[in-house]
Each structure stands twice: as C-alpha cells, then as structure tokens.
C-alpha cells in the first residue's frame, strides 16, 4: 500500500546543532590576532614617516626621496591578490604568515640600508614589505567565518579601529624610538633605522599569535563554483546597463578606498615636512602631532560599524 508523506523536517533553534548563518561569529582571540594583523600593516606604511626624510638624506638621496620610500609599500602590495587567493585557498594562518615574512624581510633590507650603504636598499626594502602589507586576506577571513549580523561591527572595529591604531601608533611609536642610538659593531641603531628593527620584531611577536591562536584552514569559497553569479537573477535578462552599473559602483569602491588611503599618506608625509623644515618641530612632536590626528577616525568607526550593522 501507499506509505504516508513524510513530516517536513524542522529545525529546533534551540538545538544545539544549529548554527545560525546570519548570526555566526568567531572567538574574540580570533578577532584580537586579526586587528593586530591589520594594526601592524598600518603601522608598517608610516613608522618611517619621521624619520625618512633624514635617512634619505644621510646616505645622500635626491630631494624628496622620502616620498618614494614611503609610495614603495603600497605599489607593493598593489599586484599581490592573485597571490593572496591562492595562498587563502590553501591556509589562512599560512597566508598571514607570508604577509609576516614579506614585512619582516622588507624591514631588515630598510635598517640594513645605512651599513650598506644603498639607496636602493630602501626602496627594495619598502617594495618588499610592502607585498605583506595588505588587509585582503584578514577581510576576506570576516567575511567567510561572520554572519550579516555581526560583519558590519567587526570590520568597523578590527579594520577602522585598527587602521587608525596602526597609522597613528607608527609616527609615535617612531618619536620614542629616536632616543633609541647604539652601535653593534658596524650596526648602528639610531632613529633612522629603527623602524626597521622594531617592525621586524613585531613580525616576529605576531608570527607567535597567529601560530598558537589563528585557523590554519583555507577559504571555503576562493577557487569553488559559485552558487550564484555576481548579479541577482530576475525574471528579466541581464542588461548592458546593469552590468555597466555593476562595474561603476565596483569602480566607485575601489576609488574611494584608493583615494583615502593616499589622502592619509600624502598628508602625513608634507605635514611631517612642513612642521621639521618650518616650523623648526622637533621630530618627536612633528610625530606626535601627525600620530595623533591620524587617530581621530578611530573614535567615529564604531558608531559607523553600528549604523550599518545588519539586524535580525
């Protein structure tokens, strides 16, 4: 005879086998290792900032040297994602841990410059540091492992928290170490190549988070099919327009973060300039100065992160 439908199967909220996708998140040592991550590649980019402009010129670079050494971190982060999705395909820790090598190795060639005696050792050193430098991998990570719910608020917090942390902790940071001056040997620790130095020995404190606390897994979606195609499915075909405007707001996004960035940059280096050369400042307050308001975005990020966060 006929057997009875089966029941619908229903899903007890309650159970504690069901996950939530929209309310999923991670642990807060995750987060912690994440916004250090972050934190760390801002605070890579402008460490050098007060002190680049007297180590240009120590090893007698031409004027305005300083701005390539600064520029060269970011052109050289600028070609890696092709890189980075086949590293996150494989291993997250192990993608952060090529990030740590890349800045650690780039910090080393930039405090060993002045032994050598290389102009060109700044620049290769920035370029290479500058392949680490990227936010990329720990955003994708969010937005693999964290529900709608709650993504909005932790990228506000490990990214607009951690980029003004980073930015504004890296000038400072450089004002305490200009009273750092010792000599190993022909090794000379000064204000000049310290940045180097304590950058590479960041890296390395980091390289332990991420070993003991970070997921060693990769992306669950880097290098898949995909389920869906980039535009929604409607009744009606896709147009030329629709997708022309799919690539102008893609284009508006990139534009905007490319721009604030080197808005943050740009200003940070002339207004160090300006206030050494004419204003007479010392560089530890030129550093405090500029530190200090480049952590200004730090207090609205997490209103922001609130606003737009996702509801239930």
């Known amino acids: 005879g006929l057997q009875p439908a089966a029941a619908p199967l229903e899903i007890d909220a309650g159970d504690a086998s ?14 912690l290792v994440s916004f250090f991550q972050i ?72 405090a060993l410059a002045q032994v050598a005696d290389k102009i060109e050792l700044l620049i290769v050193g920035r370029l290479v540091g500058g392949c680490g430098s990227s936010v990329y991998p720990i955003y994708q990570y969010i937005a693999e492992e964290v529900g709608k719910n709650h993504r909005s608020e932790v990228i506000s917090m490990i990214s607009g928290f951690g980029k003004s942390f980073g930015f504004a902790l890296g000038p400072i940071f450089a004002a305490c170490l200009a009273y750092v001056d010792f000599n190993i040997g022909k090794l000379e620790v000064d204000k000049e190549t310290n940045p180097g130095w304590t950058v590479a020995i ?14 060693r897994h990769g992306s669950r979606l880097i290098g898949k099919p995909k389920a869906e195609p980039d535009l929604p499915q ?15 707001c893609l284009a508006f996004l990139v534009s905007n973060i490319a721009v604030a960035n080197a808005f943050i940059s740009a200003w940070q280096l ?43």
């Open 18 to 31: 069901y996950v939530d996708e929209d309310d999923r998140t991670v642990s807060k040592s995750i987060l």
């Open 39 to 110: 934190a760390l590649t801002s605070f890579y980019y402008t460490v050098v900032i007060p002190t680049s402009r007297q180590y240009a010129e120590s090893l007698d670079a031409p004027d305005n040297f300083q701005a390539y050494m600064v520029g060269a971190a970011a052109l050289g982060g600028a070609f890696m994602n092709p890189v980075y999705r086949w590293l996150l395909s494989k291993s997250f820790a192990g993608t952060m841990h090529f990030q740590l090598v890349c800045m650690q190795v780039g910090s080393l060639l930039y």
């Open 202 to 215: 960041l890296c390395l404190l980091q390289t332990i988070l991420v070993v003991w606390i970070f997921p």
């Open 234 to 248: 409607t009744s009606a075909p896709v147009t030329l327009k629709d997708r022309v405007l799919h690539l102008c």
């Open 270 to 312: 002339a207004a160090t300039n300006v206030v050494q050369l004419k204003f007479q400042w010392s560089i530890q307050w030129s550093a405090v100065l500029v530190g200090g308001v480049s952590f200004t975005p730090a207090f609205v990020s997490p209103a922001l992160g609130r606003l737009t966060r996702s509801k239930p």
